[in-house]
């Protein structure tokens, strides 16, 4: 049914006529088919609130979409006032949830000009090649909506599009003949924000068939790669300019200087990019209407950074993070009068000082950390920053540290001064900091308790206070806000407080390396269906582990509960569909057998169930995890032969860790095994570390006891390769084949009932920095290849019935009596007996009981080797302790930016929510 011009005009008429005299409704305006399909296309989706926004930027304008009323007068609904055809569909931030297909019945809406679906959740929805019919649009808005898949070619035929925008969704990809067909077809465009779009093939000289009417061109994080192209001048009315987080090289430009209109400038992200002195010098020079500028991560090493002077007075934000920036920073740049954000984090070169007073009234974020640049926390200071929002001071040069003055910057949501060597208690004027969302006082020397406020905070989302001496309990949270906390390695006690696990949206939870939190892991946990690290480890819980721990979140990547009480079996129920990757229950008193269902965990990379009361036979199932890299069942009760045929040709192949030391295996060394330990054969020299993947990049990291010191070594590469089979009750022969393990570091055999000679293949293992075979029954002569091995530091051969003389060759030199006696028919330096020709008549010099010193940790234990997890972060994640421990540096700079592109992201958000009220 249409309806003919008359007939609408007749209608309008009728219609003002009516609401005139507040008389019953009126007719609709609204084509019925249009309705109809509005209609349908609410029904196609759910209203589901983002859990990650306010309620005030969110809200569900299809619920106001009833039938017999009319379309017009709809929430995001515009239509044509002559035509009464809708032409406009606003339903961005509408909570919609579902998936967008095809032969959805919004593709009947022909007449559309503008559309705005984004900030919805379409997952799993393709970009339909139907939004190309919409021949009249001329925006089109699909960011933030968790859109996949590739963008259709199609988008080339609104050839009337004005603003195109495509952003923030799920990585969708588009194909550089896509590109080129929007690119040159789309000839009105003014804005285009493919920002997360994939499309590392299309090359950046394609960016200059662009419309040179283009004002805004995002595209951040697109994987473009290559050099920018020398003629981006001809885009002479940008305004917005955002090639962000890509792989670009050379540097930036000179005829970025043209680009005179341009108001923000980010080339951030762009570690291969470098900023000549003279290009940066003109950028500053010309570009005079600039207000933003980010160069993070851009090289900038070879420009001073007083050619900086002459910045726009005009600038609001400059972001100059990890730039390698080096000298004293001009010191008008921190009065420039808008200047609102400021980040000149990791520039550990930057000096110069932070004014005290006649800073402007608007700065909000301000992030000096990893900066030598002085700043003085007196009155005047704080007077100066009361606008202030963000706060991000690590590790930087605060001088007079009257912290309790950060109470009065009341306007503070993110407060960040991790790894700085403060003492005392924390402030108890934070309390007035209300607005806190981020806070980390992480890596300092905060003690006493942790100040009940904290827990009161009603926007806390992120509490970092890991490596402090805070002791006492924890207290009860009053809000249920948290994403992330981290209190491991402190001096706390007391039991977990139960709303720890009312927090509904936890993805990390650290309390490790407390030694003294007690009780039971409460069963609560089953509600954190998020949570993504949960590290309790070194502490003294008891009890049983939660039945639920192998299948309450499917986003579970680390669980570590080592080194605690805990009590019953593992857990017996891994969920098909888990991300584990890391499962640390080594240290506690766990009985029982190994659960089978483990093999659901087809991501695990690390499994340590050492150190606990399981008695089992060796489980031949982990065979399945092709992934592993890390396997310690070390000290348990493990009996039982583990040479059985391997189930999976490719079994253990990626294992770099094999330690079933200290248990009650029999029979013959695995030497099946041995043939398909490929990760230890091959030395890996690309010194990529060990990561967990998705959450953050923990490391693994080794501990060694060597010579009584302890050694930590700060991150050890992919290329530890560690092979103990020591304390139990293996017999037969070292089989030759050990040989191949050209990889290994570390072998330790001792205290089995070897037989046999030592193989002279184990002249083979040239990477060996320690082998241990002492006290087993091996008999002859010590191969001389063994003295080729040149980075051996470690040998013990001690209580077998070695004889004749003992190698020469440089490894030996080293070694002293320990690591030979109880070898009565040795010979030779260092057991001082000397080698008579015939090598059976020696003539002892000493009594064999000779000991040199007190070495005995050398070899006490073996040589006890333990890994440790490093955690990323300028106080990041995860705790310390013997054992595992886990490392922390700084956060990456991509850390900062994914919390400030967040923040950004939800500032713009408002304001436009703001923008369209007004
Ligand atoms: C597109 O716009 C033109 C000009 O305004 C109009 O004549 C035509 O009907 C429109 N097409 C659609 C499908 O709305
Ligand atoms: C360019 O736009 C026109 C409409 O103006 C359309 O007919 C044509 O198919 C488009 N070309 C490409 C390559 O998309
Ligand atoms: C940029 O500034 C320099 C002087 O610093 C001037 O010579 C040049 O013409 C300017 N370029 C443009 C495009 O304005
Ligand atoms: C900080 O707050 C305290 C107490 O509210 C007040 O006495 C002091 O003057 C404030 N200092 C500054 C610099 O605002
Ligand atoms: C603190 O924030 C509020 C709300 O954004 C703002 O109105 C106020 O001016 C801010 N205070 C200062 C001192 O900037
Ligand atoms: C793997 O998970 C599925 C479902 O989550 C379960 O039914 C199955 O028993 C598990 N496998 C094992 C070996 O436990
Ligand atoms: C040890 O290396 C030699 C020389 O490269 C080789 O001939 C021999 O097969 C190797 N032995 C083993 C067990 O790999």
Known sequence: MGLSPFSLSFFLILFHFHSTLSSSSPPPLCAHHQSLSLLQFKQSFSIQPNRWKDQYTQYPKTESWKEGTDCCFWDGVTCDLHSGLVTGLDLSSSMLHGTLHSNNSLFSLHHLRKLDLSDNDFSISLISSRFGQFSNLTHLN????????????????LSKLVSLDLSWNSYPSLEPISFDK?????????????????????????????????????????????????SMGKLKHLRYLDLGSNSFTGSIPYDFEQLTELVSLDLSGNAYLSAEPVSLYKIVQNLT??????????????????SLTNMSSSLSSLSLGDCGLQGKFPGNIFLLPNLETLSL????????????????????????SYTRISLYLENDLISNL?????????????????????????????????????SGQIPSSFENLVHLYYLDLSN??????????????????????????????????????????DLSNNNLHGTIPSSIFKQEYLEVLILASNSKLTGEISSSICKSKFLRVLDLSYNSLSGSTPLCLGNFSNSLSVLHLGMNNLQGTMPSTFSKYNSLQYLNLGGNELEGKISPSIINCTMLEVLHLGNNKIEDTFPYFLEALSELQILILQSNKLQGSVNGPPAYDSAFSKLQIFDISNNNFSGPL???????????????????????????????????????????????????????????????????????????????????????????????????????LSSNLLTGRIPMQLGGLKFLTVLNLSHNQLEGPIPAGEPFINFNANSFEGNLRLCGFPVLKECYRDGDQEQSLLPSSYNEGDDSTLFGDGFGWKVMAMGYGCGFVLGVAMGYIVFRTKKPAWFHRMIEDTWKLNRRKTRKKVGRRN
Not at 350 to 365: I, R
């Open 444 to 485: 300092n020397n905060f003690s006493g308790q942790i100040p009940s406020f904290l827990f009161a905070l009603p926007s806390l989302q992120y509490l970092d206070l890991h490596s402090n001496n805070l002791r006492g309990n924890i207290g009860e949270f009053q809000h249920d806000s948290l994403y992330s906390l």
């Open 142 to 157: 699909l960011s933030l909506s968790s859109f996949e898949g590739q963008v259709p070619s199609e988008i080339s035929h």
């Open 670 to 772: 695995p030497t099946r095994y041995f043939n398909g330990l490929e990760a230890m054969m091959t030395s890996d020299h690309n010194m990529i570390y060990m990561e967990i993947r998705y959450y953050t990049q923990i490391v693994f990291s080794i501990q060694n006891t060597w010579k009584g010191l302890e050694t930590e070594f700060e991150k050890i590469q992919n290329t530890i390769r560690v092979l103990d089979l020591s304390d139990n009750s293996f017999t037969g022969e070292i089989p030759k084949v050990i040989g191949k393990l050209k990889a290994l570091q570390q072998l330790n055999l001792s205290h089995n009932s070897l037989t046999g000679h030592i193989q002279s293949s184990l002249g083979n293992l040239t990477n060996l920095e320690s082998l241990d």
């Open 289 to 306: 209407k600039l207000r933003e500028l980010d160069l993070g991560s851009v090289d900038m090493s070879l420009v001073a950074p007083n």
């Open 386 to 422: 009361k606008s202030l929002r963000v706060m991000r001071l690590c590790n930087s040069s605060i001088i007079r540290p009257d912290l309790a003055l950060l109470g009065n910057l009341t306007n503070l949501t993110s407060l960040d001064l991790t790894d700085n060597n403060f």
């Open 182 to 230: 929007i690119v040159r077809n789309l000839t009105k465009l003014r804005e285009l924000d493919l920002s997360y779009v994939n499309m590392p093939l299309v090359v950046p000289g394609s960016l200059m068939n662009l419309s040179s009417s283009l004002s805004s061109l995002r595209l951040q994080g697109c994987r473009l790669q290559g050099k920018l192209p020398s």
């Open 345 to 368: 984090s990791d520039n550990e070169g930057l000096t110069g000082s932070f004014p005290s007073s006649n800073l402007s009234n608007v700065l909000s974020e301000l992030d000096l």
